[in-house]
């Protein structure tokens, strides 16, 4: 599973206030889920990640994981998966790959990201 990354999102462009973050955080990440860095609406169908060595399927390059399934969590809305958006996602697509891809037979599983993926 790999939660992909994408900046955490800020109240506005250039605004470096300290963390907690203000109440307005929220709503910014909302109007960010309008944008193409939340929406997979203009996203290919597939896309192919072989050149991130973590998702190679050459086992030169990636010995462990070269013959993995991978689940690819499209970052959405600039909250980290944590706003209700990002959390229904998240759920969505757990519910999707245990009916329609057999997960729960999965012996092993691996959950990685970057950035705040």
């Known amino acids: 599973l790999y939660f992909q990354g994408g900046g955490w999102c800020r109240p506005g462009v250039g605004d470096e206030a300290a963390l907690p973050f203000p109440p307005a955080l929220v709503d910014w990440c ?5 944008t193409p860095r939340g929406t997979t609406k203009d996203d290919p169908e597939s896309q192919d990640f072989s050149l991130k060595p973590l998702f190679s399927t050459d086992p030169v390059t990636n010995p462990m994981f070269h013959d993995w399934h ?39 599983v691996v959950v990685a990201g970057c950035s705040v993926g």
């Not at 909302?30 to 309008?34: D, G, P, Q, S, T």
């Open 70 to 108: 991978i689940v690819f969590f499209r970052y959405c809305d600039g909250s980290a998966f944590a706003s209700p958006n990002g959390v229904a996602n998240a759920q969505a697509i757990l519910r999707h790959i245990v009916a329609h891809l057999r997960f729960g037979e999965a012996s092993d």
């Open 30 to 34: 909302f109007e960010r889920a309008l």
